[in-house]
T-cell receptor, first 113, second 111 residues
Framework: NAGVTQTPKFQVLKTGQSMTLQCAQD?????MYWYRQDPGMGLRLIYY???????DKGEVPNGYNVSRLNKREFSLRLESAAPSQTSVYFC????????????FGPGTRLTVL | GEDVEQSLFLSVREGDSSVINCTYT??????LYWYKQEPGAGLQLLTY?????DMKQDQRLTVLLNKKDKHLSLRIADTQTGDSAIYFC???????????FGSGTRLLVRP
């Protein structure tokens, strides 16, 4: 089992460009999450998907959209990247939302110039 | 409100015990977690404790929870250089899907 995988590992964008971060899990988990991690701060939840077919906003959703493509995959899209979105992005999954442990991917380091 | 606080930095000598502390503000949290992050890597779950427990031990790791003071600690016995990493405390809010993280404690283990 690969667990939670993310692509790409690194990305540099110019302001205004768009891109999609991909996440997949092979643990048959129902719930998936996108977080961002900024220096000196803990992780902050951007969006989550409690189950296939549903998505909900987290703490910091502005400037992002998500798609739960199927049970395995949950993508995060930046339509018009801004320097404030420079961060490390982590995807996570859990068996179900709420009380189950979340397992994290290795992260995508994004720089917006 | 929701807030999880940790000290930023801890330095110990190899072989000593490390104690990393965390305080949280929301008494409705149900589960409390410790995650480890090594440089350039994702978060690895170390251990967790239910909010109705006081202590949990798992090999070299001991988690203590003082629910009255909303204080959580992680003790690492016989700390090794491989334990050098950032440790995050996180609480899971009751009736919510939100995992609230502290800002992380950087543990440096000196040989």
């Amino acid at each position: 089992n690969a667990g939670v995988t993310q692509t790409p590992k690194f990305q540099v964008l110019k302001t205004g460009q768009s891109m999609t971060l991909q996440c997949a899990q092979d643990m048959n988990h129902n719930s998936m999450y996108w977080y961002r991690q900024d220096p000196g701060m803990g992780l902050r939840l951007i969006y989550y998907s409690a189950s296939e077919g549903t998505t909900d906003k987290g703490e910091v959703p502005n400037g992002y959209n998500v798609s739960r493509l199927n049970k395995r995959e949950f993508s995060l899209r930046l339509e018009s990247a801004a320097p404030s979105q420079t961060s490390v992005y982590f995807c996570a999954s859990s068996e179900k939302a709420g009380r189950d442990t979340q397992y994290f991917g290795p992260g995508t380091r994004l720089t917006v110039l | 409100g929701e807030d999880v606080e940790q000290s930023l930095f801890l330095s110990v000598r190899e072989g000593d015990s490390s104690v990393i502390n965390c305080t949280y503000t929301d008494s409705s949290s149900t589960y409390l977690y410790w995650y480890k992050q090594e440089p350039g890597a994702g978060l690895q779950l170390l251990t967790y404790i239910f909010s109705n427990m006081d202590m949990k031990q798992d090999q070299r790791l001991t988690v203590l929870l003082n629910k009255k003071d909303k204080h959580l600690s992680l003790r690492i016995a016989d700390t090794q250089t491989g334990d050098s990493a950032i440790y995050f405390c996180a609480e899971l809010m009751d009736s919510s899907y939100k995992l609230i993280f502290g800002s992380g404690t950087r543990l440096l283990v000196r040989p």
